[in-house]
């Protein structure tokens, strides 16, 4: 097998990339022993002989499919998290959400006269204290209270 370190190096500088890219064909290597000037090399990559290989990147399919799962929610669990629930999730953040819900469901009795203008106002100031965790438990307050009226069929 000839050395071809010199057409390697010439090769390289023709094809504007690294020596380990380039790609000699291993039948041709006998002829190519002989070609010495830069034409010759130039000729030689016209015809084929020597080629420059592709950039070999990291593949990003399995980002691409983590990003996926990210996004349904997957690899939350508690060894992925860093910062404290608040940080994550404002505490006024949450406080929004779990008011603007119960104001709602509330605002939503009241129209529909399944609660009292009354009873609406005294549970919203309790809402507003953050008597009630959720909804739900705001509802399960009314029913014990007796102010709930099931909605008619």
Not at 26 to 38: F, G, M, N
Not at 102 to 128: G, H, M, N, S
């Amino acid at each position: 097998m000839p050395d071809l370190a010199n057409q390697r190096r010439l090769a390289s500088d023709l094809l504007n990339c690294g020596e380990n890219r380039v790609w000699i064909d291993p039948a041709s290597q006998e002829e190519l022993a002989d070609s010495v000037t830069r034409d010759d090399i130039r000729s030689a990559i016209r015809s084929g002989v020597i080629r420059r290989r592709a950039i070999r990147a990291t593949s990003r399919g399995r980002a691409r499919r983590r990003a996926v799962e990210l996004a349904k929610g997957r690899h939350a669990g508690p060894g992925s998290r860093r910062g404290t629930p608040s940080s994550r999730v404002p505490r006024k953040e949450r406080w929004m959400r779990r008011i603007r819900a119960q104001r709602d469901l509330l605002r939503e009795l009241r129209d529909t006269k399944r609660i009292p203008p009354k009873v609406y106002r005294e549970f919203y100031r309790r809402a507003k204290g953050g008597m009630f965790r959720s909804r739900s438990h705001l509802l399960v307050n009314l029913r014990l209270a007796g102010h709930l009226k099931e909605a008619s069929p």
